[in-house]
């Protein structure tokens, strides 16, 4: 396959199929592999879905603005970038590649731990860029205080905390990995580290269990918090008990998902207990999500379902496996595209407009009370 996007690459469908042509085996299987079954992965799309659109006819959407604020920042469009690993596995620019195409639609990226790139090489390679840090929690809260101190130095405007892994896979692992690329863990490992054996190695993985803190608590969040001056988003939150203790705590995002059904099989689709968490919050932090998203509808659902804003991962990175920063900015821009078409089509002329109005599941239209209705004295 060529370095370039295909010109016929019109939809994040048409982007997945060209990367998994030019991605290798393990790479496909690293990125989309699903937890168990596959009944969330699956789910994640299929549930929007069942989301049917309700629109508002003859208002004025000669002009559709995309812009929305998330966290202080003002993004040209509310789909940003989740946090994913190794992005070098995609594309030999890496993280690199990813921020600038993510600064260049002026949206955020949460940079990963798991990355390549550092957060320094990151932040000098997109300096104008809406960059959040997606940190672990580990044994040692000094090395998290460095680690805090590294993303407030080089501009990170938030931190970001996985709460759906209490453990992590490594911790398991019977056996290597063997990667098509070595890389590094810049984000992980401090200068002062010595790493043991090579990316995905036994050696490795055990001393990364050594490091990181399993079943961590909301005690650490609380920690987190006290210890960072940038807003903390909380990743991984479907239950509406936890986005209330999370809120108590004073928490400035909450971030529904469920890993991409990549973690544990069996949980609900993100866009499913969206509302829940929504009304669960009152309005006293910003929530987002991701999972599924694939097209620009179902960015416009999730909007009118509460979020402010949608994080996309496996897409961003088959843009990038595409042709690497300009791949990834193709993509958005397909996103966005069809994001102000459907905001066309249902009378939304900015984000505002946008309100849980123009969606009801389709359960509505299945109840046996609606079917045995009466309209206009008709059975």
Not at 119 to 140: I, K
Request: with cysteine; charged share 25%; net charge positive.
């Amino acid at each position: 396959m060529s370095e370039n996007v295909h010109p016929k690459a019109t939809s994040v469908a048409e982007f997945e199929k060209a990367a998994n042509e030019k991605l290798s085996e393990f790479v496909r299987t690293y990125y989309s592999h699903p937890g168990e079954g596959g009944q969330t992965y699956r789910d994640n799309c299929r549930a929007f879905k069942r989301y049917r659109l309700i629109p508002r006819n003859l208002r004025d959407v000669y002009i559709r603005d995309t812009s929305v604020t998330v966290l202080g920042s003002k993004l040209d469009f509310p789909v940003a970038i989740a946090p994913t690993a190794v992005h070098k596995l995609a594309h030999p620019d890496a993280e690199v590649a990813t921020a600038k195409g993510a600064a260049s639609m002026n949206t955020a990226m949460v940079l990963s731990s798991w990355s390549h790139c550092s957060l320094e090489q990151v932040a000098d390679a997109a300096p104008r860029g809406v960059r959040w840090f997606y940190l672990l929690f580990y044994r040692d809260r000094g090395r998290m205080k460095r680690l805090l101190e590294r993303a407030e130095r080089a501009g990170y405007t938030a931190i970001v905390l996985t709460v759906d892994s209490p453990i992590y896979p490594f911790t398991l692992r019977k056996s290597p990995v063997v990667f098509p690329v070595q890389f590094r863990l810049p984000n992980v490992w401090l200068d002062d580290d010595v790493v043991p054996g090579s990316s995905g190695s036994l050696e490795q993985g055990s001393a990364l269990t050594k490091i990181t803190k399993n079943a961590s608590t909301w005690e650490d969040v609380k920690w987190v918090k006290n210890n960072t001056r940038l807003p903390v988003v909380l990743k991984g939150i479907l239950s509406v008990e936890d986005a209330r203790i999370a809120v108590d705590l004073g928490v400035s995002g909450i971030y529904v998902s469920n890993h991409g059904g990549r973690e544990q099989d069996g949980l609900p689709a993100t866009i499913d207990v969206l509302a829940d968490i929504v009304r669960a919050v009152g309005g006293e932090a910003e929530v987002y999500l991701d999972g599924g998203v694939r097209t620009g509808t179902d960015v416009l659902k999730a909007l009118a379902l509460g979020a402010r804003c949608v994080f996309i991962g496996r897409p961003a990175l088959w843009g990038l496996a595409c042709n690497g920063e300009k791949g990834l900015l193709q993509l958005l821009n397909v996103l966005k595209e069809e994001l102000v078409y459907t905001m066309a089509r249902t009378g939304c002329a900015k984000i505002a407009d946008i309100n849980p109005t123009l969606v009801v599941h389709e359960n509505y239209y299945m109840s046996p009370r609606r079917n045995n209705s009466t309209i206009d004295g008709y059975q």
